[in-house]
C-alpha cells in the first residue's frame, strides 16, 4: 500500500513538473513572440523609410526632366519661330 501511495505521489509530483514546464514554455514562447514582432515591425519600419525617400528622390528627378523638356520645347518653338522668320524675309 506504501509503495502504491508512493508511485501516486511521485505521478502528482511528475505532473506538476510537466504543467510547471509547459507554463515556462508558453511564456518563453510569448517573449519570443515579442521580439521578433518588435524586430520585424522595425525592419518594416526602417525598409518604409528608404522605399519612402528613393519614391520622393524618383519624384523629384521626374519634375526635373518634366522643367527640362517643357523649357526644351519652349526653346524649341522659339527656334521654329526665328527660323521661320528668316525665311519669310
Do not use: A, P, W
Not at 24 to 30: A, P
Not at 35 to 64: A, C
Amino acid at each position: 500500500m506504501t509503495k502504491k501511495r508512493s508511485k501516486r505521489n511521485e505521478l502528482e509530483e511528475l505532473k506538476l513538473d510537466m504543467r510547471k514546464i509547459s507554463n515556462d514554455m508558453e511564456e518563453m514562447c510569448g517573449i519570443l513572440n515579442l521580439y521578433m514582432y518588435e524586430d520585424l515591425n522595425y525592419r518594416m519600419n526602417t525598409e518604409f523609410n528608404i522605399i519612402k525617400s528613393q519614391h520622393e528622390k524618383t519624384m523629384l528627378d521626374m519634375n526635373k526632366m518634366i522643367q527640362s523638356i517643357i523649357g526644351s520645347m519652349q526653346y524649341s518653338k522659339e527656334l521654329i519661330e526665328d527660323n521661320y522668320s528668316y525665311s519669310v524675309i
